[in-house]
C-alpha cells in the first residue's frame, strides 16, 4: 500500500471520498479540499483516469517535522531524487503553505528546488531544467503548521481539464464541478432508468457532456494527452496501458447502448457553436444535442416520447453576467416554465445567488453547498409535482390542516419570514425556528441542514401544565408536527420529536441517558467548524444552539491561550476556540459517549490531538486534583455545568445554585493573572453569589450572548465573565 492524496474543489470531499472507496480506496480520511487514501500504483492510475471530480492525485513520499528553511532543504535532500527523474529531466515544484519561518510560499519552493537539484548534482553529476510547462516530473510540497508533505502530483495538468473543451463561455463551469452537480442531483439512478437530461441555458455545454460521459461509462481521462506519470522512472506501463484498453471497451460498449435524451438549449447562438464544437471533440455527436432557444420557450422535446428526468442547468447570477435584478426575470419565467411543462421532473439549479433561486417561486427540498471557484454557491434541488400537488410548492399545499394547526402553520411562516431571513442572511444552518409562541402549542422547534444540504427538524414538546389532559396535550402535539409537516416541506423521517419535562432544576443530567439506538447522525457547519448531530438517541443533539454566541465569543478570546473546558459535552466549544487560534487545551467531561462524539468533532475539524487533549473524569474531582499542581496554568477556562446532577458516575450531588461560589474559585485558582473565566449555566431562577462579585471583577455578558432566534426565551442561559480585579 502506499499513501495517496486526491483533491478536489471545497464541498466535494465527501462524494470523492466515496468515488475514491468505490474505485478501491481504503484507508480513506476527508480534509478540506483533500482526500487522503491508501492503494496500490494501479488504483492511482486508475483514480488518474476515472475520478470525475479529483483535481489531482499525488503519492506521498514523505511526510516530516520542518521548522526552519535548513529543515526544509535537509528534509527535501534526504529523498533519493535520481530514483524519480531523469537527471537532464525537466522538473517542476509547486509550494503551499507557511509556519513561522517559512513566511512566503515562493521562498520555500525555492528551497526545495535547491535541495532537489543539488541532490542529483552530488548523485550523477547533472542536474535537471526547471520547467513549467511540459515537466518531466511535478513535485508538490504542503506546509502545514510545522508539517510537510512532500509528494509527487501523478495527474500533471489538472484533471479537471478532460481534453475536450477547447471552447469555452463568458462564466465556464469547471468539468469537475459540472460532475459533482450531475452526481449530487443523482443523474447516474436517473440515466439508469432512462430518464431524460435537460440544460436550459447550457452555455458551452459542460454539464451535457459530463452527463453523457457517465450515461456512456466513458472514463473521464481518455481525452487527455497526457499524465504527470508518464514520464517518472517508476512509471509502469503495462498497468496504464492495460487500464486504458479497458477504458476504452467501456467506452465502446456504453456508446453501443440507447443513452437517454440529452439536450441543450441557450438563447445565445454564439455560444452554442462553443458547445457544439466541444461536444465533438467528445465524440458525442450523436448523444448530445443543442439548439438556440430562450427560457421562455422551455418544452420538453416532441420528437419522440421522453421519460422525466433531470433538468439541471447553471443559470448566470450577477456576480459573472449582468446585475441581480434584470436576472430575476429570467429565473422566475424558468420557474414558470418549469411548474407549466414538467411534472414529475427533478430539477437542480446552481447559483451563486440562492435569493435569485428563490425568484422561481418553487421551494427547494435539498441544498447543497459548494464553491464555483472562489464563489460560495448552492446548488437547488426541486421536485416539481402534477398540477393537483402543486400548491404544496410553496409549503401551503398538502393535506388540509385543522384549524388548530393552521394556526400553528401561520406562526411557522411568519417566522420563516423573520427568524429565517435572519438565519440565511447570517450563514446559519441550525436555528430555533418556534420557542412556545403559541403557549397552548407548547414545543420548541429547531431545524437543521446538513452538509449535505438535506433539512431535519428537531421537535421538543414541553410538559403541559396538570390541567391539562394528557391525550388533549398529545393532540396538539401530532397538530403541532402536521403544522411543521406542510410548511417545512421536510418528509417524517427526517422530524425528531422528544418530550422533555420540565424539572424543578432544568439540568442537562439527564441527557446522558440513552433515549434511541438508531445510530443516525449528520453534519452541520457553525462558523467555518463541523459538528455532528445525532436529533434521535439522545435528550439533546450534540449542540446547544442557544450557547452559539458564547462559542463564537470564546473563539475571539482564545487566540494563542491555553484552554480549559470543564463539562466539555462534544467539545464543540473547543473546536471554536481552536479555530480561533487556540494554542493547547485540555476538556474534561465523565461521559464516556460524549469524549468519543467530541474526538470524532476534533478530528472533523483537524485539531491535533498532542494539543487538544481529551479527558474522561468527574470534573468536580478533577478539579479538585488540579488544585495541587495546574495552578495558574490556563489563560482562558469555560466552565457550562449542569444545573443539577446526580449522576451515579459522580462522587456527590452537583447544585449549581448552592456551589458555584466554590467551583469559581476553584477555576479562578488555575487561572493564570491576566486569564478570563466565562461562566455558563441554564438554570432560570440562578442567582450569582455575593461572595463572587465581592472578590473578582464578575460581567454579566447573558445578554450580549443571546441569538435573535432565542430572544423569546432570555432566561434560557446566564453567562458571566469573570476575572481577577
Given at each position: 500500500?502506499?499513501?495517496?492524496?486526491?483533491?478536489?474543489?471545497?464541498?466535494?470531499?465527501?462524494?470523492?471520498?466515496?468515488?475514491?472507496?468505490a474505485?478501491?480506496?481504503?484507508?480513506?480520511?476527508?480534509q478540506?479540499?483533500?482526500?487522503?487514501?491508501?492503494g496500490?500504483?494501479?488504483?492511482?492510475?486508475?483514480?488518474c483516469?476515472?475520478?470525475?471530480?479529483a483535481?489531482?492525485?499525488?503519492?506521498?513520499?514523505?511526510?516530516?517535522?520542518?521548522?526552519?528553511?535548513?529543515?526544509?532543504?535537509?528534509?527535501?535532500a534526504?529523498?533519493?531524487?535520481?530514483?524519480?527523474?531523469?537527471?537532464?529531466?525537466?522538473?517542476?515544484?509547486?509550494?503551499?503553505?507557511?509556519?513561522?519561518?517559512?513566511?512566503?510560499?515562493?521562498?520555500?519552493?525555492?528551497?526545495?528546488?535547491?535541495?532537489?537539484?543539488?541532490?542529483?548534482?552530488?548523485?550523477?553529476?547533472?542536474?535537471?531544467?526547471v520547467?513549467?510547462?511540459?515537466?518531466d516530473?511535478?513535485?508538490?510540497?504542503?506546509?502545514?503548521?510545522d508539517s510537510?508533505?512532500?509528494?509527487?502530483?501523478?495527474?500533471?495538468d489538472?484533471?479537471?481539464?478532460?481534453?475536450?473543451?477547447?471552447?469555452?463561455?463568458?462564466?465556464?463551469?469547471?468539468?469537475n464541478?459540472?460532475?459533482?452537480?450531475?452526481?449530487?442531483?443523482?443523474?447516474?439512478?436517473?440515466?439508469?432508468?432512462?430518464?431524460a437530461?435537460?440544460?436550459?441555458?447550457?452555455g458551452?455545454?459542460t454539464?451535457?457532456?459530463?452527463?453523457?460521459?457517465?450515461?456512456?461509462?466513458?472514463?473521464?481521462?481518455?481525452?487527455?494527452?497526457?499524465?504527470g506519470?508518464?514520464r517518472?522512472?517508476?512509471?509502469?506501463?503495462?498497468?496504464?496501458n492495460?487500464l486504458?484498453?479497458?477504458?476504452?471497451?467501456r467506452?465502446?460498449n456504453?456508446?453501443?447502448?440507447?443513452?437517454?435524451?440529452?439536450?441543450?438549449?441557450?438563447?445565445?447562438?454564439k455560444?452554442?457553436?462553443?458547445?457544439?464544437?466541444?461536444?465533438?471533440?467528445?465524440?458525442?455527436?450523436?448523444?448530445?444535442?443543442?439548439?438556440c432557444?430562450?427560457v421562455a420557450?422551455?418544452?420538453?422535446?416532441?420528437?419522440r416520447?421522453?421519460?422525466?428526468?433531470?433538468?439541471?442547468?447553471?443559470?448566470?447570477?450577477?456576480?459573472?453576467?449582468?446585475?441581480?435584478?434584470a436576472?430575476?426575470?429570467?429565473?422566475?419565467?424558468?420557474?414558470?416554465?418549469?411548474?407549466?411543462?414538467?411534472?414529475?421532473?427533478?430539477?437542480?439549479i446552481?447559483?451563486?445567488n440562492?435569493?435569485?433561486?428563490?425568484?422561481?417561486?418553487?421551494?427547494?427540498?435539498?441544498?447543497?453547498?459548494?464553491?464555483?471557484?472562489?464563489?460560495?454557491?448552492?446548488?437547488?434541488?426541486?421536485e416539481?409535482r402534477a398540477?393537483?400537488?402543486?400548491?404544496?410548492?410553496?409549503?401551503?399545499?398538502?393535506?388540509?390542516?385543522?384549524?388548530?394547526?393552521?394556526?400553528?402553520?401561520?406562526?411557522?411562516?411568519?417566522?420563516?419570514r423573520?427568524?429565517g431571513?435572519?438565519?440565511?442572511?447570517?450563514?446559519?444552518?441550525?436555528?430555533?425556528?418556534?420557542?412556545?409562541?403559541l403557549?397552548?402549542?407548547?414545543?420548541?422547534i429547531?431545524?437543521?441542514?446538513?452538509?449535505?444540504?438535506?433539512?431535519?427538524?428537531?421537535?421538543?414538546?414541553?410538559?403541559?401544565?396538570?390541567?391539562?389532559p394528557?391525550e388533549?396535550?398529545?393532540?396538539?402535539?401530532r397538530?403541532?408536527?402536521?403544522?411543521v409537516?406542510?410548511?417545512?416541506?421536510?418528509?417524517?423521517?427526517?422530524i425528531?420529536?422528544?418530550?422533555r419535562?420540565?424539572?424543578?432544576?432544568k439540568?442537562?443530567?439527564?441527557q446522558?441517558?440513552r433515549?434511541d439506538?438508531s445510530?443516525?447522525?449528520?453534519?452541520v457547519?457553525?462558523?467555518?467548524?463541523?459538528?455532528?448531530?445525532?436529533?434521535w438517541?439522545y435528550?439533546?443533539?450534540?449542540?446547544f444552539?442557544?450557547?452559539?454566541?458564547?462559542?463564537q465569543h470564546?473563539r475571539t478570546?482564545?487566540?494563542?491561550?491555553?484552554?480549559?473546558?470543564?463539562?466539555?459535552?462534544?467539545?464543540?466549544?473547543?473546536?471554536?476556540?481552536?479555530?480561533?487560534g487556540?494554542?493547547?487545551?485540555?476538556?474534561v467531561d465523565?461521559s464516556?459517549?460524549y469524549?468519543?462524539?467530541?474526538?470524532?468533532?476534533?478530528?472533523?475539524?483537524?485539531?491535533?490531538?498532542?494539543?487538544?487533549?481529551?479527558v474522561e473524569?468527574?470534573?468536580?474531582?478533577?478539579?479538585?486534583?488540579?488544585?495541587?499542581?495546574?495552578?495558574?496554568?490556563?489563560?482562558?477556562?469555560?466552565?457550562?455545568p449542569?444545573?443539577?446532577?446526580?449522576?451515579?458516575?459522580?462522587?456527590?450531588?452537583?447544585d449549581?445554585?448552592?456551589?458555584?461560589?466554590?467551583?469559581?474559585?476553584?477555576?479562578?485558582?488555575?487561572?493564570?493573572?491576566?486569564?478570563?473565566?466565562?461562566?455558563?449555566?441554564?438554570?432560570?431562577?440562578?442567582?450569582?453569589?455575593?461572595?463572587?462579585s465581592?472578590?473578582f471583577?464578575?460581567?454579566?455578558?447573558?445578554?450580549?450572548?443571546?441569538?435573535?432566534?432565542?430572544?423569546?426565551?432570555?432566561?434560557?442561559?446566564?453567562?458571566?465573565?469573570?476575572?481577577?480585579?
Open positions: 500500500m502506499i499513501p495517496l492524496t486526491a483533491t478536489c474543489p471545497r464541498g466535494l470531499e465527501g462524494l470523492l471520498a466515496s468515488e475514491l472507496q474505485l478501491g480506496a481504503v484507508e480513506l480520511r476527508e478540506p479540499a483533500a482526500v487522503h487514501f491508501a496500490d500504483l494501479e488504483l492511482a492510475y486508475r483514480c483516469l476515472w475520478s470525475r471530480l483535481n489531482r492525485v499525488l503519492l506521498r513520499l514523505d511526510r516530516t517535522t520542518v521548522r526552519t528553511a535548513d529543515d526544509l532543504y535537509r528534509a527535501v534526504a529523498l533519493p531524487w535520481e530514483e524519480h527523474i531523469n537527471p537532464s529531466g525537466k522538473l517542476w515544484l509547486q509550494f503551499s503553505g507557511t509556519n513561522r519561518e517559512i513566511r512566503n510560499s515562493q521562498f520555500g519552493a525555492q528551497k526545495a528546488k535547491d535541495a532537489v537539484v543539488d541532490r542529483l548534482r552530488q548523485k550523477t553529476g547533472e542536474r535537471p531544467l520547467d513549467r510547462n511540459q515537466p516530473l511535478t513535485v508538490a510540497l504542503r506546509l502545514q503548521r510537510l508533505d512532500i509528494a509527487l502530483d501523478l495527474s500533471g489538472s484533471l479537471h481539464r478532460r481534453g475536450y473543451r477547447t471552447h469555452i463561455g463568458a462564466a465556464p463551469l469547471k468539468e464541478l459540472a460532475a459533482a452537480l450531475l452526481l449530487r442531483s443523482g443523474w447516474p439512478d436517473i440515466a439508469a432508468n432512462g430518464g437530461l435537460l440544460d436550459p441555458m447550457c458551452s455545454g454539464i451535457l457532456i459530463e452527463g453523457a460521459m457517465m450515461a456512456a461509462d466513458i472514463a473521464p481521462g481518455l481525452l487527455r494527452g497526457s499524465f506519470f508518464e517518472w522512472l517508476n512509471h509502469q506501463s503495462d498497468v496504464w492495460r486504458r484498453e479497458e477504458a476504452l471497451e467506452r465502446r456504453g456508446m453501443q447502448r440507447q443513452l437517454p435524451e440529452i439536450r441543450g438549449y441557450d438563447a445565445d447562438a455560444v452554442l457553436f462553443a458547445a457544439e464544437a466541444n461536444i465533438a471533440r467528445a465524440g458525442l455527436e450523436r448523444q448530445v444535442r443543442v439548439s432557444r430562450p420557450a422551455f418544452k420538453v422535446p416532441s420528437h416520447e421522453i421519460k422525466p428526468g433531470l433538468v439541471l442547468t447553471n443559470p448566470p447570477y450577477g456576480e459573472r453576467l449582468g446585475e441581480q435584478e436576472l430575476r426575470e429570467t429565473y422566475a419565467e424558468l420557474g414558470r416554465q418549469l411548474k407549466a411543462e414538467f411534472p414529475g421532473w427533478l430539477v437542480g446552481f447559483t451563486g440562492p435569493e435569485l433561486g428563490h425568484a422561481t417561486g418553487l421551494r427547494s427540498h435539498k441544498q447543497y453547498k459548494l464553491y464555483n471557484g472562489s464563489i460560495p454557491s448552492q446548488l437547488l434541488l426541486f416539481i398540477a393537483a400537488e402543486a400548491g404544496g410548492q410553496a409549503g401551503t399545499g398538502g393535506p388540509r390542516l385543522s384549524a388548530e394547526a393552521e394556526m400553528v402553520a401561520n406562526r411557522l411562516r411568519k417566522n420563516l423573520t427568524t431571513k435572519w438565519a440565511r442572511k447570517g450563514g446559519l444552518s441550525c436555528y430555533r425556528l418556534y420557542d412556545a409562541d403557549p397552548e402549542y407548547a414545543a420548541a429547531d431545524l437543521y441542514r446538513s452538509l449535505e444540504g438535506e433539512d431535519f427538524a428537531h421537535v421538543q414538546e414541553y410538559r403541559a401544565p396538570a390541567q391539562i394528557e388533549k396535550a398529545r393532540a396538539r402535539l397538530e403541532l408536527v402536521r403544522a409537516e406542510a410548511v417545512l416541506d421536510i418528509p417524517q423521517r427526517n425528531s420529536i422528544k418530550e419535562r420540565r424539572h424543578s432544576h439540568g442537562r443530567g439527564s446522558y441517558q433515549r439506538d445510530g443516525r447522525s449528520f453534519w457547519e457553525e462558523y467555518g467548524a463541523e459538528f455532528e448531530v445525532n436529533l438517541d435528550l439533546d443533539t450534540g449542540i444552539l442557544d450557547h452559539r454566541p458564547v462559542r470564546l478570546l482564545a487566540s494563542g491561550k491555553k484552554l480549559l473546558n470543564l463539562f466539555c459535552y462534544t467539545g464543540t466549544a473547543t473546536v471554536q476556540a481552536a479555530l480561533g487556540c494554542a493547547q487545551s485540555t476538556s465523565m464516556k459517549t469524549q468519543a462524539w467530541a474526538a470524532r468533532n476534533f478530528r472533523r475539524n483537524g485539531l491535533d490531538p498532542y494539543r487538544h487533549q481529551l473524569a468527574d470534573c468536580l474531582q478533577w478539579l479538585q486534583s488540579a488544585q495541587q499542581n495546574r495552578r495558574g496554568e490556563y489563560d482562558l477556562i469555560f466552565l457550562d449542569p444545573s443539577f446532577s446526580n449522576s451515579a458516575r459522580m462522587r456527590g450531588v452537583l449549581i445554585q448552592r456551589d458555584h461560589e466554590s467551583l469559581i474559585r476553584q477555576c479562578m485558582a488555575l487561572l493564570a493573572p491576566s486569564g478570563t473565566l466565562l461562566f455558563s449555566n441554564n438554570l432560570r431562577s440562578f442567582k450569582m453569589g455575593e461572595g463572587v465581592g472578590e471583577a464578575v460581567r454579566e455578558l447573558s445578554s450580549q450572548l443571546l441569538d435573535r432566534d432565542f430572544q423569546r426565551n432570555p432566561k434560557i442561559h446566564n453567562v458571566w465573565e469573570i476575572r481577577r480585579g
